[in-house]
């Protein structure tokens, strides 16, 4: 199992940008796939995007094109970019790890994360 631990989130306006961080622990990063998730009040976690052991990318259809998504095995650290921020992004956002290599990065949304960090709050005011 990986450990991971998440930085980046805070307050931002609508319109602005975060770049959010995924660090990893163990030797085996680079062989991870790696998806992120976001939880608003109220409401079931939800899956945003995620990146195969050799980097496809998916983003889920409320983000693409605002959002991606990338990885640096050399830091075992993964991204998320957000652009273009809106209230609705208002959410505790979460990095998770699987084991899987996938070959379609597509299937990350259906993927069975084993690993989860603790989260990081992103607010978007308006």
């Known amino acids: 199992q990986v450990q991971l631990v998440e930085s980046g989130g805070g307050l931002v306006q609508a319109g602005g940008s975060l770049r959010l961080s995924c660090a990893a622990s163990g030797r085996s990063f680079s062989t991870y796939a790696m998806g992120w998730f976001r939880q608003a009040p109220g409401k079931e976690r939800e899956f945003v995007g995620g990146?195969?052991?050799?980097?496809?990318?998916y983003l889920a259809d409320s983000v693409k094109g605002r959002f991606s998504i990338s990885r640096d095995n050399a830091k075992n650290t993964v991204y998320l970019q957000m652009n273009s921020l809106n209230p609705e992004d208002t959410a505790v956002y979460y990095c998770a790890a699987d084991q899987t290599k996938y070959a379609v990065a597509s299937m990350l949304a259906r993927a069975d994360f084993g690993s989860w960090g603790q989260g990081t709050q992103v607010t978007v005011s308006s």
């Open positions: 990146i195969t052991w050799v980097g496809s990318t």
